[in-house]
């Protein structure tokens, strides 16, 4: 069985947010686990949660639900933008998982593709992923 619904940010786009400040926001729990190719995935993080550090970031929302092979997968990309005082966030694609990643940069290692090269498919749960949170 493999049921998770996370977002993923390259550390990078984080680079110049102070996430001291975020991190003393109750409303946000910015709890991540590290995986290979600088990215940060967040068991807890929701879209909107995101538009809370700004404009500008990009990032990829990733859903499974399998169980012995058969079952769903799907991942959209996403960009934050200002819009008036607000920020929000405009879907950029929408299809399969190694898709998605690939487009945000991801790079397939050796004979795996973009899910197994950032090790996402070591987590069956968004549980597993808490449990592993720093």
Do not use: W
């Amino acid at each position: 069985m493999h049921c998770i619904n996370i977002i993923v940010i390259k550390n990078s786009e984080l680079r110049d947010i102070r996430l001291d400040a975020l991190l003393e926001d109750k409303k946000i729990n910015l709890k991540c686990v590290e995986l290979p190719q600088g990215i940060l995935a967040f068991p807890t993080l929701s879209k909107k949660d995101v538009c809370k550090l700004g404009e500008g970031i990009t990032f990829v929302e990733l859903s499974t639900d399998y169980f012995g092979g058969a079952g769903e997968q799907v991942a959209s990309c996403f960009e934050t933008f200002k819009s008036g005082e607000y920020y929000l966030y405009k879907e950029t694609y929408s299809g399969s998982i190694n898709n998605a990643l690939a487009k945000y940069g991801v790079k397939r290692i050796d004979d795996k593709d973009e899910f197994d090269s950032i090790d996402l498919g070591r987590r069956r749960s968004n549980n597993d992923y808490i449990k592993d949170c720093k």
